[in-house]
């Protein structure tokens, strides 16, 4: 019988353990139980389980061409259905469910033996033709070890649900995040928990076209890293003015509650113009942007002006840290006097509109203040 090809990584054993490849041919394609038996008895040799995934992966995407990252419909050859196919679609789903079933049973156990976007395609296939419950976990559980290593391609799993209204599975994604962050310190780096917030905000700014996806949602995936997890919140802020276009009914206290998430302190002096000039942020939080952004100019002019004071006492030579220039300066200074400018008219519009409420409130005060002394109900009633 002729033998299956195999992926490079499998072929790189060496000649002490590559003939243990061998043992699975085209049988296997057919048969998963021959597969499985196969499989066992090269773990029993020993082998390394960071050489058995990518057996497992390559056979899988025999079976479940969707398993395959470079996969399209048209090149199906596995168990996909056509009109000239003598099973019919249930039985082609139900095979589905017993495939995936059995992969996940006999994935190894440890971290990184199988990629992380292998796994995302097989939940994806496994909400899909509706698998267990426990199978469905376990995934999850594997995934959230290495999402860091997630692409936002296999991130956005539809959603399979006839209850859920978003096109996105959106609680699928937060509780991976959840998972993930229960992780405990060995398990996760520090690169890894801001690889994650890149990708989480990558995925909320898709999410966030979708008319459906509630506020709640959003705020739970927003917030669900720590603040540290994120060295500028510039992909946040886009994600959350992209939610507010989709979601122009959004209240003002919800919007409110939106940029609470954002630190302004973290956002590029790009991001900073945009929002100083974006309507749909509360009037409050560009305040606290333009105070955020004076307090950086600032704190830059007044580095800048100590390492332009500071001489080494050395030979004279100055100190290694490059010194703005005057014209630097000049136009650093012109800046900071716009944002003082447009931070006071933001402060006058502020008590303006105080001022505005506080008078309609007294109005109201004082007619209540007459209702009681010549009560006036009562005379409307006689008249």
Known sequence: MKKASFPETVLFWGSKTSHLAAECDDACILDMNYFVKNLAGIKAKGVRPDLIGPIIAHYASKWLPDLSGDHHPSTDNGLAYSAESPESVTTLWMKKRFFVETLVGILPPEKDSIPCNFLLRLLRIANMVGVESTYRAELEKRI???LDQASLKELMIPSFSHTCGTLLDVELIIRLLGRFVNLDKVAKSGAAV???????DSYLAEASVDSNLNFSQ????AGALPSHARVTDDGLYRAIDTYLKAHPRVSKQERKVLFR???????SQEASRHAAQNERLPVRAVIQVLFSEQTKLDQQMNLSGSFS???SPYLGFEAPTRCLSKREMSEQQVEVRKLREEVRGLQSHCHAMQNANGKVAGEKERVFQVEEVWGCPAFNEKQ
């Open 194 to 200: 801001v690889k994650v917030a890149k990708l989480v």
């Open 144 to 146: 959230s070890w290495q």
């Open 218 to 221: 959003f705020v739970a995936l």
């Open 309 to 311: 004071e500071t001489r």
């Open 261 to 267: 998430l954002i630190d302004s302190r973290k956002l």
